[in-house]
């Protein structure tokens, strides 16, 4: 995965995706490109938990 194509998933700015992963803006400005398989999980994980819709509570 590139970089920009992560940052895209994330929000569209590095901003986004720091805060979207829980780490720095500088951390994000230092990904290698293309980002290695350790991040690209990262970024993935960080995309399915932000388009997770809530669960219906139950009925009591």
Same mark, same amino acid.
């Given at each position: 995965m590139k @970089?920009?194509?992560a940052i895209e998933r *994330?929000?569209?700015s590095i901003s986004? +995706?720091? @805060?979207a992963i829980g780490i720095s803006y500088?951390?994000?400005k =230092?990904? &290698?490109d293309p980002l290695s398989r350790r991040i690209a999980d !990262?970024? *993935?994980a960080a995309e399915? !938990?932000?388009?997770r +819709? &809530? =669960?219906e509570p139950a009925n009591v």
């Open positions: @970089k920009t194509e *994330l929000g569209g986004s +995706t720091a @805060k500088q951390a994000v =230092k990904w &290698p !990262r970024v *993935l399915a !938990r932000a388009n +819709t &809530p =669960k």
